[in-house]
């Protein structure tokens, strides 16, 4: 067995969809531009649906505050970030994109969820400011997030079965995120 078969806890690898999507700020007049793959490497392979929730996410609010931001440009430093999702998936992407956790500009705020959505949607709300401009991402009702997921997530004590299991769901959400437009995984309300 080589030593980067596959176990029980982590599944083979497979093609990140779209691998050429890129998300850009801006940092003292240089453009950063950012891959999916760029955020894995910077998370590590812990929670892929996470990282791929905040590249949708920023996918979809980028162009939104670039749109209402003066010369068009999202400066990476001035981004705040609300949400009542802790996942570090999402926290690490966020970081890595616009350096909001180490800049003290990304604050997890349960009040923030949206209960009336039901257990499975009710925490993918994100809240992104750049100067005067904010727009909140939520995510569509489209199966996009499991049932499923969120019920093993929340099992306290899981076997080992459910543990592979679940990394194989955290995978197929990363799949169904990545392989639509940011668009069609969230809406923008503001």
């Not at 531009?33 to 920023?58: E, I, N």
């Not at 979809?60 to 010369?71: D, I, M, N, V």
């Not at 080992?160 to 995978?171: D, F, G, P, Y």
């Amino acid at each position: 067995m080589s030593k980067h078969a596959a176990t029980p806890e982590s599944p083979e690898p497979t093609p990140i969809p779209n691998p050429e999507r890129t998300l850009t700020v801006w940092e003292d007049g240089v453009q950063l531009d950012f891959t999916f793959a760029d955020c894995m490497k910077y998370h590590g392979p812990g929670f892929p649906g996470g990282v791929a929730h905040a590249f949708a996410a920023l996918g979809r609010a980028l162009p939104e505050l670039a749109a209402r931001t003066p010369g068009g440009r999202v400066e990476r430093r001035e981004i705040r970030i609300r949400t009542p999702f802790g996942g570090p998936g999402a926290r690490d992407a966020f970081e890595l994109v616009t350096r909001a956790v180490t800049g003290d500009r990304y604050a997890v705020l349960p009040e923030l969820a949206r209960p009336e959505r039901g257990n499975t949607l009710a925490r993918y709300v994100f809240e992104l400011t750049a100067g005067d401009a904010t727009v909140t991402c939520v995510i569509r009702n489209e199966g996009i997030v499991a049932d499923e997921f969120i019920e093993l997530t929340a099992k306290p004590e899981k076997t080992a079965s459910e543990l592979a299991h679940l990394e194989v769901l955290k995978r197929e959400m990363r799949d169904r995120i990545l392989e639509r437009d940011p668009a069609q995984v969230y809406d923008v309300e503001g």
